[in-house]
């Protein structure tokens, strides 16, 4: 089952993006969920992850710009990204967190202009 990230663009620097990501509620309901990133040349990493009772956590690049939320009603995580940055350029995947290697899917290309 892979996990399929939706929501990318271009964007011009300071812009905002929203990102989704559904999963089937056998894998949402009871994991934490990930957002990763990985640009150009660069190791994937984990950017937002929250917890199945809502707690979360960022990276420091992304502190005070972007919200990871969830709707567990909906088996959805979102990542809000807002005051948009060039190096935020990257190809955006979801996934439990610690990832599960047969979820990642395609992911969804960001692209910050300035």
Do not use: H
């Not at 150009?40 to 929250?50: C, D, F, K, S």
């Not at 960022?58 to 979102?78: P, Q």
């Not at 996934?95 to 290697?101: D, F, M, S, Y």
């Amino acid at each position: 089952v892979q996990l399929q990230a939706f929501g990318g663009g271009l964007v011009q620097t300071g812009g905002s993006l929203r990102l989704s990501c559904a999963a089937s509620g056998r894998i949402f309901s009871r994991n934490a969920m990930g957002w990763y990133r990985q640009a150009p040349g660069n190791q994937r990493e984990l950017v937002a992850t929250i917890t199945a009772g809502g707690s979360t956590g960022y990276a420091d690049s992304v502190k005070g710009r972007f919200t990871i939320s969830r709707d567990n009603a909906k088996n959805t995580v979102y990542l809000q990204m807002n005051s948009l940055k060039a190096e935020d350029t990257a190809v955006y995947y979801c996934n439990v967190n610690p990832p599960v290697l047969a979820y990642w899917g395609k992911g969804t290309l960001v692209t910050v202009s300035s």
